[in-house]
């Protein structure tokens, strides 16, 4: 069974880089056709979809986060990490990793404040 496993800080200071990485266990992320993804869920809000890695690494990222995101791997850490720049109190949410088959990690908790 595949486990994601989110890490990083908890609270980062507006218009600085937000930084998280996933840690994957069960699985390889280089397993053809899976896709890791980041969600994200502001307070009060709905999920929203940041972006993903594909099992090739190449990217995809949501249009209205596009040009502050960037996803990276390391494959020999099994991990994925979650570049998010210029961050404001809006992107203040609960973030979550996942993988295509709809294994999620538990989320951590990052606040955007001064």
């Known amino acids: 069974q595949v486990q994601l496993q989110e890490s990083g800080p908890g609270l980062v200071k507006p218009s600085q880089t937000l930084s998280l990485t996933c840690t994957v266990s069960?699985?390889?992320?280089?397993?053809?056709?899976?896709?890791w993804n980041w969600i994200r869920q502001p307070p009060g809000k709905g999920l929203e979809w940041i972006g993903y890695?594909?099992?090739?690494?190449?990217?995809v990222y949501s249009p209205a986060l596009k040009s502050r995101t960037s996803i990276s791997r390391d494959t020999s850490k099994n991990q994925f990490t979650l570049e998010l720049s210029s961050v404001t109190p809006e992107d203040t949410a609960v973030y979550y990793c996942?993988?295509?088959?709809?294994?999620w990690g538990q989320g951590t908790q990052v606040t955007v404040s001064t």
């Open positions: 996942a993988s295509v088959v709809g294994d």
């Open positions: 069960g699985g390889s992320i280089t397993t053809n056709y899976y896709y």
């Open positions: 890695i594909a099992y090739s690494g190449s990217t």
